[in-house]
């Protein structure tokens, strides 16, 4: 029972982490690059630390959204301004996921803009069974996308026999560890602290964390080395992991769109998931309806380019969030003087 919870939240982590931005590959190539074998270790090490740090306040509050984490966490005057920083993230990111559905179901041959109304409908679908709902999607799809994600990276690996080395002296990019964990704790953060009541111990806290950075470690650097090896050609591409594609058999190919339109509407449904429990503190609605006014504001910024959605909003937020990493490390050290 305690694996079986530990690793619904595990999906739950992955779902909302593996979007748009990183399955496609510019997330990653945005943030490592050469030299960063020993940026993405370290930053295995802080999600995982910084994960569970989340998930034990989250339990410990007892909360439904993330504003009681994040005054725990970093007091209420603070937790004001990241109040509002989470909500303008989310909206941003899961706006980047939707766009990044539009694109990649082009591939299909299908219209930008149906894609993009495509993939709002069956969000919207989604959450009339709520968070049950969700739950037993993720279940579902995040196997599938993991295992289609990394069955690509290695099919690449093995007709191209790269090997993979880790030269401690040529590890310039490791600062990337602490931008790339700050960019993505947020989303973490944003989750779980709406999941803090459904939690039945820390057993699980440390299951979820744990399991989840370990999977997300491995994939940020097989990915990485992928690309590093195809570095030349990347520009020719706005989406990354059509260049590991290039030359694939079309099923395959296929396949791994399919697999990125999953990252999307799970990142998707992540996202508002999050955003959504933020608002029902002020808005007595179903979560659907809200769900639904969300998705209609979005739509109109979808527009921008994906790429460039990424490469501006990423670093940026990535930098903000560098003081609510910094409390999620110090954490167990300042907590004790509270």
């Known amino acids: 029972m305690l694996w079986r919870a530990g690793m619904r939240w595990m999906l739950l982590i992955l779902g909302s982490l593996i979007g748009a931005g990183y399955a496609s590959g510019q997330e990653i190539w945005q943030f490592f690059g050469a030299e960063s074998g020993l940026a993405i270790v370290l930053f295995t090490v802080m999600f995982i630390f ?12 007892q909360s439904t959204h993330f504003l009681p984490v994040l005054e725990h966490l970093m007091g209420p005057w603070l937790a004001k301004i990241y109040d509002i920083l989470i909500v303008f993230y989310l909206f941003s990111t899961t706006m980047v996921m939707i766009a990044g559905g539009g694109v990649t179901l082009q591939m299909y041959k299908l219209p930008f803009w149906w894609g993009i109304a495509l993939l709002c409908i069956v969000t919207v679908c989604l959450f009339f069974w709520d968070v049950k709902g969700i739950l037993s999607v993720n279940g579902i799809l995040i196997p599938i996308l993991v295992a289609g994600l990394m069955y690509a990276l290695f099919s690449f690996q093995s007709t191209h026999h790269h090997t993979w080395t880790i030269d401690l002296s040529r590890q310039y990019n490791w600062p990337a560890s602490i931008t790339f964990t700050s960019l993505n704790i947020l989303s973490v953060v944003a989750i779980l602290s709406s999941v803090g009541k459904e939690m039945k111990g820390l057993g699980e806290a440390k299951i ?3 399991a989840s950075g ?18 030349g050609s990347l520009s020719q591409f706005e989406i990354p992991l059509f260049a590991i594609l290039e030359g694939a058999p079309y099923l395959l190919f296929l396949c791994m769109t399919a697999v990125l339109c999953l990252a999307i509407y799970t990142t998707t449904v ?21 769900v639904l006014i969300l998705l209609v ?3 109109p910024f979808t527009s921008f380019g994906f790429s460039d959605l990424i490469a501006f909003l990423y670093p940026i937020y990535g930098m903000l969030n560098l003081y609510l990493l910094v409390c ?8 004790k003087w509270k």
């Open 50 to 61: 910084s994960s569970y740090i989340v998930m034990k306040i989250s339990f410990k509050v």
């Open 328 to 335: 999620l490390l110090l954490y167990p050290i300042l907590s």
């Open 208 to 210: 979820a964390s744990v």
């Open 214 to 231: 370990l999977i997300f470690g491995v994939i940020s650097f097989v990915y990485n080395e992928t690309l590093v090896e195809l570095a």
């Open 270 to 290: 992540a996202g508002l998931f999050g955003l959504s429990s933020r608002l029902m503190a002020f808005l007595h609605m179903p979560r659907w309806m809200i």
């Open 297 to 299: 504001l979005m739509v």
